[in-house]
């Protein structure tokens, strides 16, 4: 799967993290302990409103929305 997959390193609140990148997404998701490790004191999760689902129609359980520098 991943021999043309698009993967390299990316830069979160000056935390080096490793991606594998999608072009084709509307939404940059990353798992709750990569957030918990590069957001910053005064980062908060705010509810989202989107229902996200993958390529295959099954749901996405998504714990907030936030953002990154």
């Given at each position: 799967?991943?021999?043309?997959?698009?993967?390299?390193?990316?830069?979160i609140?000056?935390?080096?993290?490793?991606?594998?990148?999608?072009?084709?997404?509307?939404?940059?998701?990353?798992?709750?302990?990569?957030?918990?490790?590069?957001?910053?004191?005064?980062?908060?999760?705010?509810?989202?409103?989107n229902?996200?689902?993958?390529?295959?129609?099954?749901?996405?359980?998504?714990?907030?929305k936030?953002?990154?520098?």
């Open positions: 799967m991943f021999d043309e997959s698009i993967v390299g390193d990316w830069e609140n000056r935390r080096k993290v490793n991606f594998l990148f999608d072009t084709g997404t509307i939404k940059t998701i990353v798992a709750p302990r990569i957030w918990d490790e590069c957001k910053t004191p005064d980062s908060v999760l705010q509810p989202l409103s229902i996200l689902v993958t390529f295959v129609g099954g749901p996405v359980n998504v714990i907030g936030g953002r990154c520098k």
